[in-house]
Protein backbone atom coordinates (compact mmCIF):
# COMPACT_ATOMS: atom_id res chain seq x y z
CA UNK A 1 0.00 0.00 0.00
CA UNK A 2 1.43 3.48 -1.01
CA UNK A 3 0.95 6.40 0.60
CA UNK A 4 -1.17 8.89 -1.10
CA UNK A 5 -0.15 11.53 -3.02
CA UNK A 6 -1.04 15.05 -2.94
CA UNK A 7 -1.07 17.76 -5.79
CA UNK A 8 -1.00 21.14 -3.89
CA UNK A 9 0.02 21.86 -0.10
CA UNK A 10 -2.98 23.43 1.69
CA UNK A 11 -4.90 23.70 -1.26
CA UNK A 12 -2.67 27.02 -1.98
CA UNK A 13 0.53 26.17 -2.30
CA UNK A 14 2.54 24.20 -4.86
CA UNK A 15 4.77 21.28 -3.51
CA UNK A 16 7.58 22.80 -3.22
CA UNK A 17 6.56 26.14 -1.89
CA UNK A 18 4.51 23.88 0.94
CA UNK A 19 7.46 21.73 1.84
CA UNK A 20 9.55 25.22 2.48
CA UNK A 21 6.88 26.43 4.21
CA UNK A 22 6.25 23.14 6.81
CA UNK A 23 9.65 22.57 6.58
CA UNK A 24 10.04 26.56 8.01
CA UNK A 25 7.19 25.74 10.82
CA UNK A 26 8.66 22.19 11.44
CA UNK A 27 12.11 23.89 12.06
CA UNK A 28 10.00 26.32 14.61
CA UNK A 29 8.28 23.65 16.52
CA UNK A 30 11.37 21.44 16.95
CA UNK A 31 12.78 24.32 18.36
CA UNK A 32 10.02 24.92 20.37
CA UNK A 33 9.43 21.37 22.01
CA UNK A 34 13.56 21.39 22.50
CA UNK A 35 13.22 24.38 24.97
CA UNK A 36 10.06 22.57 26.42
CA UNK A 37 12.07 19.17 27.32
CA UNK A 38 14.63 21.22 28.44
CA UNK A 39 12.59 23.10 30.73
CA UNK A 40 10.90 19.65 31.99
CA UNK A 41 14.23 18.21 32.23
CA UNK A 42 15.36 20.91 34.99
CA UNK A 43 12.21 20.62 36.47
CA UNK A 44 12.22 16.95 36.82
CA UNK A 45 15.60 17.10 38.20
CA UNK A 46 14.57 20.22 40.53
CA UNK A 47 11.44 17.84 42.10
CA UNK A 48 13.80 14.68 42.19
CA UNK A 49 16.98 16.82 44.59
CA UNK A 50 13.97 18.38 46.34
CA UNK A 51 12.55 14.46 47.32
CA UNK A 52 15.94 13.47 47.60
CA UNK A 53 16.64 16.28 50.03
CA UNK A 54 12.91 16.06 51.91
CA UNK A 55 13.35 12.49 52.01
CA UNK A 56 16.57 12.70 53.60
CA UNK A 57 15.11 14.40 56.68
CA UNK A 58 12.96 11.96 56.75
CA UNK A 59 15.12 8.90 56.59
CA UNK A 60 16.85 10.09 59.75
CA UNK A 61 14.17 8.71 61.84
CA UNK A 62 15.55 5.86 60.68
CA UNK A 63 11.52 4.24 59.60
CA UNK A 64 12.34 1.30 57.09
CA UNK A 65 8.48 1.31 55.99
CA UNK A 66 8.98 4.63 53.49
CA UNK A 67 12.74 3.71 52.33
CA UNK A 68 10.29 1.14 49.33
CA UNK A 69 8.49 4.51 48.38
CA UNK A 70 11.85 6.39 48.43
CA UNK A 71 13.05 3.86 46.00
CA UNK A 72 10.53 3.73 43.84
CA UNK A 73 9.80 7.47 43.55
CA UNK A 74 13.84 7.54 42.86
CA UNK A 75 13.44 5.22 40.43
CA UNK A 76 9.87 6.85 38.41
CA UNK A 77 11.69 10.39 38.78
CA UNK A 78 15.41 9.22 37.12
CA UNK A 79 13.86 7.25 34.39
CA UNK A 80 11.62 10.30 33.30
CA UNK A 81 14.82 12.62 33.78
CA UNK A 82 16.46 10.13 30.98
CA UNK A 83 13.56 10.22 29.11
CA UNK A 84 13.54 13.85 29.03
CA UNK A 85 17.17 14.15 27.94
CA UNK A 86 16.60 11.69 25.18
CA UNK A 87 14.12 13.99 23.71
CA UNK A 88 15.83 16.66 24.46
CA UNK A 89 18.61 15.18 21.59
CA UNK A 90 15.85 14.05 19.49
CA UNK A 91 14.38 17.48 19.17
CA UNK A 92 17.86 19.06 18.66
CA UNK A 93 18.17 16.37 16.00
CA UNK A 94 15.13 17.25 14.28
CA UNK A 95 16.13 20.68 14.06
CA UNK A 96 19.17 19.95 12.45
CA UNK A 97 17.22 17.86 9.97
CA UNK A 98 14.48 20.26 9.10
CA UNK A 99 16.73 23.10 8.30
CA UNK A 100 18.99 20.99 6.20
CA UNK A 101 15.42 19.06 4.41
CA UNK A 102 14.47 23.06 3.65
CA UNK A 103 18.10 23.44 1.72
CA UNK A 104 17.48 20.39 0.19
CA UNK A 105 14.22 21.40 -1.14
CA UNK A 106 15.21 24.80 -1.99
CA UNK A 107 18.02 22.97 -4.02
CA UNK A 108 15.87 20.14 -5.25
CA UNK A 109 18.22 17.38 -3.72
CA UNK A 110 16.14 14.38 -4.08
CA UNK A 111 18.89 12.51 -1.79
CA UNK A 112 18.41 15.05 0.80
CA UNK A 113 14.70 15.05 0.45
CA UNK A 114 14.60 11.01 0.78
CA UNK A 115 16.88 11.03 4.01
CA UNK A 116 14.26 13.20 5.60
CA UNK A 117 11.93 11.29 4.84
CA UNK A 118 13.11 8.12 5.95
CA UNK A 119 14.70 10.30 9.54
CA UNK A 120 11.39 11.47 10.00
CA UNK A 121 9.69 8.39 9.79
CA UNK A 122 12.17 6.68 12.42
CA UNK A 123 11.90 9.93 14.65
CA UNK A 124 7.97 9.81 14.18
CA UNK A 125 7.71 6.16 15.55
CA UNK A 126 10.59 6.53 18.40
CA UNK A 127 9.11 10.26 19.26
CA UNK A 128 5.71 8.44 19.51
CA UNK A 129 6.28 5.24 21.60
CA UNK A 130 8.44 7.52 24.08
CA UNK A 131 5.71 9.83 23.95
CA UNK A 132 2.84 7.17 24.92
CA UNK A 133 4.97 5.38 27.27
CA UNK A 134 5.21 8.69 29.05
CA UNK A 135 1.89 10.48 28.33
CA UNK A 136 0.34 10.24 32.48
CA UNK A 137 3.62 11.84 33.40
CA UNK A 138 3.45 15.60 31.14
CA UNK A 139 1.70 18.45 31.58
CA UNK A 140 -1.47 19.21 29.26
CA UNK A 141 0.40 21.56 27.26
CA UNK A 142 2.93 19.22 26.65
CA UNK A 143 0.57 17.02 25.21
CA UNK A 144 -1.35 19.04 23.20
CA UNK A 145 1.90 20.81 22.39
CA UNK A 146 2.84 17.24 21.22
CA UNK A 147 0.12 15.91 19.39
CA UNK A 148 -0.62 19.08 17.52
CA UNK A 149 3.56 18.21 16.34
CA UNK A 150 3.04 14.88 15.43
CA UNK A 151 -0.27 15.82 13.38
CA UNK A 152 1.53 18.60 11.67
CA UNK A 153 3.85 16.27 10.89
CA UNK A 154 2.36 13.87 9.50
CA UNK A 155 1.05 15.98 6.84
CA UNK A 156 4.19 17.36 5.96
CA UNK A 157 5.77 13.46 5.61
CA UNK A 158 2.72 13.25 2.59
CA UNK A 159 3.29 16.78 1.05
CA UNK A 160 7.48 15.30 1.40
CA UNK A 161 6.46 12.20 -0.10
CA UNK A 162 4.76 13.86 -2.89
CA UNK A 163 7.16 16.23 -3.99
CA UNK A 164 10.11 13.61 -3.83
CA UNK A 165 7.70 11.42 -6.24
CA UNK A 166 6.84 14.66 -8.40
CA UNK A 167 10.89 15.31 -8.51
CA UNK A 168 11.67 11.86 -9.47
CA UNK A 169 8.82 11.78 -12.40
CA UNK A 170 10.62 14.68 -13.55
CA UNK A 171 13.84 12.64 -14.53
CA UNK A 172 11.78 10.39 -16.13
CA UNK A 173 10.10 12.41 -18.83
Known amino acids: MELPRL ?11 GNIILGCINAFLSF ?20 DNELGVTNKDGESGEEGAV ?16 LVFMFLAKL ?4 FFVIGVILERKGIIKAYYIMWTVFMML ?18 SEVIYLCLNLYAVLVCHSFYVQLNMREEV
Open 32 to 51: CLFVVMIVAAVQIDAIKTDA
Open 96 to 99: LFDV
Open 7 to 17: ERCCCFFDLQT
Open 71 to 86: IILDAELSGLYVIAVI
Open 127 to 144: STFTFFLNWKYWGVKTIM
